[in-house]
């Protein structure tokens, strides 16, 4: 199976700019890739990063390397939704393919086995996200194509039935989190296996968990050193 | 195994206040009730509703006789915390014995046999929520107690570690939503199954999806006519 990491090399993760500096930002996607990469790769898979720009994985990411011989970068600067649609099955190659966002910090080989693993008869299989996001997925039919702009999931449904594909769906609490707003990272610190890079480097950059009025957030103890 | 379903019979769901007025709140809250109690007696069970005050299930509830006749209520006033352990597996009686949330308005019989039949060699099994919390467990030994207040899925952690009990952790987005915050509601209407009870509610309620800047809400349509 082909596993694509599409990845956004330049100015990730926007939505965390009430807690982290760009320079952060950057450095947390960084890791948060290197973790699915990770993940990936011991699952049995030789991973191919689709990056907006350049991007340099031996120097950018801290992986051994047995991950970094495992891991090819392409660099495809258009929408997501073109840039997955061009490496889906096709009439001339209809071997299966996934696609994983690179911000899944949750990830496990585990979790990504029964992805792969799930439905061989489905021709679709979605590992939603919160908010109808589509964080993972399996496609091994060439008349299925992705739309990831609005409610995704639901067009993935709509898409497959359109085109008579079966689709099945994989209830996974660690693919379903994709870490986008700041009260998501509660979820890298209280998940994330604690030798992977995305918890060590938000605690590295002084994130804590905090426990008030018996709900539980993240803290920022340290002050940010990168601007 | 025992299933127990604490629910909060007065005043539930205070954290949807900015869109459900108190008595939308209870209906809706009365919703998911009845769809995680069918769930739990398709999965073959016959649960038990812990609930804060008097509840008459009947009158409130829209499920069927079969439902009806596998439900029981007792009327516990303490705090969660309280009320559960009290249920949990003793000495004198360690069948083992599940709490289930009564706001996980994803739960299928299917996501909930998953739940029931993990790790049959684990002492406690949970299925986390989003923040640290503690959704739906399993405890098998008598040794466990539980402790809701604050991060307590990872409470619960600490307390089977000290006391040398085995603990494992089910991956599910089903049983890791509950729905407590209005953004949540869009999962109801994502997920939700068609003919469930909160999905009805919410869409007579005049809830639907909305779709802006590529990301899903709810949006509310019809005006409220319960105060």
Chains 1, 2 share one sequence.
Do not use: W
């Amino acid at each position: 199976m082909h596993v694509v990491v599409p990845f956004a090399a330049t100015e990730p993760k926007t939505r965390l700019e009430s807690v982290l500096s760009p320079v952060e930002r950057s450095a947390v996607a960084r890791a948060m890739l290197a973790d699915v990469l990770c993940a990936v790769v011991e699952a049995g898979h030789e991973p191919t990063v689709v990056a907006t720009a350049p991007f340099d994985l031996e120097a950018e990411l801290t992986v051994d390397d047995r991950v970094l011989e495992s891991v090819s970068v392409v660099v495809d600067d258009r929408p997501l939704t073109e840039a997955v649609n061009d490496r889906l099955p096709s009439a001339e190659d209809d071997d299966p393919v996934a696609v994983v966002m690179a911000d899944l910090a949750l990830t496990t080989p585990e979790t990504l086995e029964a992805l792969f693993a799930h439905g061989d008869d489905a021709e679709v299989t979605i590992a939603p996200g919160r908010g109808g996001g589509t964080n993972a997925l399996v496609v091994r039919h060439p008349a299925f194509r992705v739309d990831y702009h609005g409610a995704s999931y639901l067009d993935h449904c709509a898409i497959a039935r359109e085109r008579g594909l079966r689709l099945e769906t994989v209830d996974s609490f660690r693919l379903g989190t994709d870490i986008d707003e700041p009260e998501d990272l509660v979820e890298v610190l209280i998940h994330g296996n604690e030798t992977n890079c995305a918890p060590t480097r938000l605690r590295e950059l002084g994130f804590e968990l905090e426990t008030q009025d018996g709900r539980v957030g993240v803290v920022r103890v340290g002050e940010s050193t990168q601007s």
